[in-house]
């Protein structure tokens, strides 16, 4: 593993668009770093720590969305995604996230990302729903392959400090993605994540094995966070 770095380096500017995180949950699986690295594009590898990669379900509820840091997008502002992530890292030593599926409640965004960035936004009818130390993340899947589910609930525990494993896991600076025949990195800020422990009381979700991702052992302990305020720069070419 080369270096890692625990706190966001300078975001590049300009800033392309300003959002927060709220009401997170981490899930995570251990993967074989060989049966998902047909998934990576040129210039990137599975990212592994102790020989091991993950593959992460993470629901959440993006919050007032901006384009730079001044325009309010009123629509697109507040919306639920469930995110399937793999651990990527390139050859210069940038440590990320690869998505292998976006739910989002918002058609227009999925198009536009897909469009714009080929990140595999789909579009889902989604609800987050919190009761007391409860929260549930509801989807089912519109387009494409309808009909896709996933149903998580879990309870909110204590404020933790997290593990190394955990770290590394949640303080990711950018995401890998393949557009227009080249790999680009999209870097982010944002402060270090809140982390409370969380115990799952009900997973039910296809989307994890619809990425075409195989788990390797059972799911890490869950972590929820109250969120974050994060940052986009803009993107730069890989490979």
């Not at 730079?68 to 469930?82: D, I, M, S």
């Not at 994060?230 to 490979?239: I, L």
């Amino acid at each position: 593993m080369s270096e890692f770095a625990v706190h966001a380096p300078p975001l590049p500017r300009p800033v392309t668009f300003d959002q927060f995180w709220a009401d997170l949950t981490f899930v995570h699986w251990p993967v074989d770093p060989g049966a998902v690295a047909r998934f990576f594009p040129p210039g990137t590898r599975p990212d592994v720590i102790d020989d091991v990669t993950y593959v992460g379900l993470v629901p959440f509820v993006m919050r007032d969305l901006r384009l730079g840091t001044a325009v309010r997008l009123p629509y697109f502002g507040t919306f639920a995604e469930t995110n399937v992530r793999l651990y990527s890292v390139d050859d210069s030593g940038r440590h990320g996230v690869l998505f292998r599926s976006l739910e989002a409640e918002r058609l227009a965004a999925v198009a536009a990302s897909r469009a714009a960035l080929g990140i595999p936004y789909t579009w889902a009818r989604m609800r987050v729903t919190r009761d007391g130390d409860r929260i549930r993340y509801d989807s089912v899947r519109r387009w494409p392959r309808r009909g896709l589910r996933s149903d998580v609930t879990v309870r909110i525990g204590e404020p933790i400090e997290p593990t190394p494993l955990e770290v590394w896991l949640t303080a990711r600076w950018g995401a890998h993605t393949r557009k227009a025949g080249r790999t680009w990195w999209l870097p982010n800020e944002h402060a270090t994540w809140p982390l409370h422990s969380a115990e799952i009381v009900d997973l039910a979700s296809e989307l994890v094995i619809a990425a075409g991702v195989p788990v390797d052992g059972p799911a890490l302990r869950p972590l929820y966070s109250p969120g974050v305020h994060a940052r986009f720069g803009a993107p730069s070419k890989v490979a």
